[in-house]
């Protein structure tokens, strides 16, 4: 399984980004989609989840301007950036639980990190 993201860059506050990240690989479903982010000196924080049923999540630092969504038929989740800030600069890391099945054919649940896209927002 992999997960693959992309669309990051550099951009002036006030800009806006998209970020795209496809799953791949062989699983039955995949369940939540999600970012986080990453900034130097700082741990790892959520930035948005979508749950299995579109419902959206989102933490408090980019509500009203960072729009999640996921397509299930192309195994994609999206995040949609506007009004960046400076504060917002960051790797951003995509992330999806996905059930397979293991070698005895029982179907288990695991976690999945993509590598990181970069996002920098200049003021």
């Known amino acids: 399984v992999q997960l693959q993201a992309s669309g990051g860059g550099l951009v002036q506050a006030g800009g806006s980004l998209r970020l795209t990240c496809v799953a791949s690989g062989t699983f039955v479903r995949i369940h939540d989609m999600g970012w986080y982010r990453q900034a130097p000196g700082h741990e790892r924080e959520l930035v948005a989840l979508v749950l299995v049923t579109g419902r959206p999540m989102y933490a408090d630092s980019v509500k009203d301007r960072f729009t999640i969504s996921r397509d299930n038929a192309k195994n994609t989740v999206y995040l949609e950036m506007t009004s960046l800030e400076p504060e917002d600069t960051a790797a951003y890391y995509c992330?999806?639980?996905?059930?397979?099945?293991?070698?005895?054919?029982?179907?288990?649940?695991?976690?999945?990190w993509g590598q990181g896209t970069q996002v920098t927002v200049s003021s």
């Open positions: 992330t999806a639980n996905l059930s397979r099945l293991d070698p005895n054919g029982r179907l288990r649940e695991d976690g999945f």
